[in-house]
């Protein structure tokens, strides 16, 4: 093992300097001590052990040795797209109409049940003996499949929808094979089965649902599982070749890929878009005074009860102008993407923000933490993962980091619980660390100052680099792992395995989990590189 251990100074620097040698003993350094789960560890001559790196190098920058610089926080919205503005029950008119309608609710429940049962057995008998479900459903299978959406229209009248306005008319297929709708509740896909009875995009555990994963396999579904590239390659495939084929139904995709509150338009997914065909745009409203139609943070059971118990819940369809691709133009899916969610926000008169389903993801989390306000961990994940190229999953990895920081009311990280989550302990290097986040310098850190500061780091071209540097750093002496006594204080975390011993496998886990953390290798990977 070389001299340059973790729990050594990483530069080279003698604690026994005669009198004659301090001429030529290297400039200060600044100590970053690692802290434990309960306290300081002691070297055995009783000194703490100590990370050390050269103030000249750091800087006011500790990732400076990584090419990267202070960033720039992305701008937010106070806009929340997901709230359901009527979550509980509230008013006296609200009771009043609830008891008023609870015998009626019954009849809807047992229409709704009905008609569901209905539905699902003409949808099995249309799918009996049917093997060939890569080409377009045969005519009298198709026929058959009248009586399931005549079924879906009385399941929407049990739910208080006697009557749907609409306004504007569907495009025929062979001018818009697509067709895009903003997604408020689960009413809208039941509503264009009935009204289109189109093949729609859906997440591969819609399979699995009782009744509902039966019916939704006679549109012929596209299957997608949003976490895999190849997935969604094949799904884009698909929708390509069933949008060019007039004997498959049209395609129908909501592009935002989660329900909102209908009061913004978040981030479109792409895959509407990339095979180039006209859309018309589709936008759904629920007019409300005392009930929130939309999904939101609302349990499915409760929603079903409340449109149980309403004398009659308004919904408003209007069909848009098709929008078609500039092909002279050339135009990519992110411009045609674009031009189309401009035209679904201004016809909804409401703002696009940069949501997307990562911040369903990161709202779910923060509720599974029982987090005082969720919504403060919205980091509007489209501009995010377009600027670092961070996916949903590794985003909220980091929030379970920074929610094991003990976020106050408002959200916010204090540095002394920054330095208790990453082994740390007070001293100019870790509250360099801290500070490179806390762009505004409040002394407090948000979830999105951690994720883009935390990001900005890991998506460094010289980031995974580093990582095997400082594995071959701390253990050159030609092991393939690191032992605890070599790296003391930070063992515990690096250890991800828990098997006693740190593999470079381990290290580089660690890193891509705490990636703030590479600026306590700077001193040995800047030794490396300069003699």
């Known amino acids: ?75 937010s919205t106070t806009v929340d797209p997901f709230r359901n503005n009527t979550p509980r ?40 003996g049917w093997k060939d479900k890569h080409n377009p459903m045969p005519k009298w299978r198709s026929r058959l499949m009248c009586v399931t959406r005549s079924s879906a229209r009385t399941i929407l009248f049990s739910f208080g929808y006697q009557w749907i306005r609409r306004k504007g008319k569907p495009a025929p297929r062979e001018i818009a094979p697509v067709v895009v709708s903003n997604h408020v509740s689960y009413i809208d896909p039941i509503f264009f089965f009935y009204e289109l009875f189109p093949t729609i995009v859906a997440s591969e555990s819609h399979d699995s649902m009782p009744f509902v994963g039966t019916i939704i396999r006679a549109m012929q579904v596209i299957y997608v599982n949003r976490f895999s590239p190849t997935s969604r390659k094949h799904a884009v495939s698909e929708i390509k070749r069933k949008a060019s084929c007039n004997q498959f139904p049209r395609v129908l995709l909501f592009p935002e890929g ?38 939101g943070n609302v349990s499915l059971g409760m929603l079903m009860f409340r449109m149980f118990t309403q004398f009659h819940n308004f919904m408003e369809v209007e069909y848009l102008p098709v929008v078609s691709p500039h092909e002279n133009q050339k135009e990519n899916a992110v411009r045609f993407a674009q031009r189309t969610g401009h035209a679904v926000a201004t016809a909804l008169n409401v ?17 599974e933490a029982n987090q005082e306000n969720p919504s403060l961990y919205f980091v509007e994940m489209a501009a995010v993962e377009a600027a670092f190229h961070l996916s949903s999953l590794e985003a909220v990895e980091f929030l379970d980091v920074f929610l094991s920081m003990n976020p106050d009311s408002k959200g916010q990280v ?3 619980d920054f330095l208790r989550v990453l082994r740390l302990k007070p001293c100019t290097l870790s509250e360099k660390m801290f500070g490179f986040t806390d762009m505004q310098k409040s002394g407090k850190m948000t979830f999105k100052q951690f994720l883009v500061g935390s990001a900005h780091i890991l998506k460094q071209p010289l980031f995974h680099q580093a990582c095997e540097s400082a594995f071959t750093a701390c253990g050159d002496d030609g092991k393939n792992y690191i032992l605890e006594q070599e790296i003391h204080g930070l063992f515990t975390l690096f250890d991800t ?24 290798f700077s001193p040995c990977l800047l030794q490396q590189t300069c003699p």
């Open 1 to 75: 093992m070389s001299d340059h251990t973790v729990s050594a100074p990483l530069l080279p620097f003698s604690t026994h300097l005669s009198d004659s040698d301090h001429d030529q003993a290297p400039e200060p350094h600044v100590i970053v001590t690692v802290d434990d789960d309960d306290g300081v560890h002691q070297l055995p001559n009783g000194d703490d052990h100590q990370l050390v790196t050269h103030i000249s190098e750091v800087d006011d920058n500790p990732y400076a040795f990584l090419g990267a610089k202070r960033f720039d926080m992305p701008g």
């Open 89 to 128: 029950i509230e008013g006296v008119y609200e009771w009043f109409k609830i008891v008023v309608c609870l015998p009626l609710a019954l009849v809807r429940l047992l229409l709704f049940g009905l008609s569901l049962m209905v539905g699902y057995v003409a949808t099995r008998v249309a799918l009996y």
């Open 258 to 295: 989660t329900t909102t509150n209908g009061r913004a338009i978040i981030s479109f997914q792409l895959g509407a878009f990339i095979p180039g065909y006209p859309i018309q745009p589709v936008i759904v409203r629920y007019p409300h005074v005392h009930f929130d139609q939309s999904w």
């Open 351 to 367: 703002v696009q923000t940069s949501h997307s389903y990562g911040d369903v993801l990161l709202l779910a989390k923060a509720l």
């Open 414 to 416: 204090e540095i002394q």
């Open 497 to 520: 395995d828990h098997d006693g011993k740190i593999s470079k496998a381990d290290l580089i886990a660690c890193l891509r989990r705490y990636p703030l953390l590479i600026a306590l």
